[in-house]
């Protein structure tokens, strides 16, 4: 990924309160990234920045559309996208990501760069399965798609297992302990 200041909130100049960013993210933004998941764009992302003394939370809100290839067809659309992600960003002795969604940074950090987590949340919020919105509707070629999985120990024949005497003398003393 390219370096872009734009995506780069300035936290040290910020005061301890909530602040509002917005961001227009369209092809130049995706053509930043080394990668061919999203090629094009125009998605809406609106952060909220609350800051206090030792933790940051970032509240992302994004919408828009990015073009995709259908898995089916290989005709190119445009995917809708919405996404509401929130990542907390806490101050600590060294620069790490604890988790998914949290962050720690040093207290002396200027600037938070945030274009990654904005890609990162969009390709989230994309279908597993990319279907051209002509194939969305159709039944699935497979009826036995939508059908349960019923796990179960006991193999067909079998008897009751209160009339095998093949079990092992212990089980049986634990079904007395009701």
């Known amino acids: 990924m390219k370096k872009d200041s734009q995506y780069d ?103 938070l760069p945030i274009a990654q987590h904005l890609f990162d949340y969009i390709g989230l919020a994309l279908p597993m399965k990319k279907l051209h919105p002509r194939f969305q509707n159709e039944p699935d070629e497979n009826p036995e798609a939508d059908a349960k999985l019923i796990f179960t120990t006991r193999q067909e024949g079998d008897e009751d297992d209160d009339n095998n005497d093949d079990i092992d003398p212990r089980w049986n003393a634990l079904r007395n302990l009701n």
Do not use: M
């Open 9 to 111: 909130l300035n936290i040290a100049r910020l005061a301890d309160k909530t602040h509002h960013f917005a961001f227009e993210l369209d092809r130049a933004f995706f053509e930043q990234f080394d990668q061919q998941l999203i090629p094009d764009g125009k998605v809406h992302a609106d952060v909220t920045l609350t800051k206090t003394e030792r933790l940051l939370t970032l509240d992302f809100d994004l919408q828009g559309t990015v073009r995709q290839i259908c898995d089916r067809s290989l005709d190119e659309y445009d995917q809708e996208v919405e996404a509401h992600e929130q990542l907390l960003v806490r101050f600590g002795d060294r620069v790490e990501e604890l988790d998914d969604n949290v962050l720690q940074i040093t207290p002396d950090t200027q600037t």
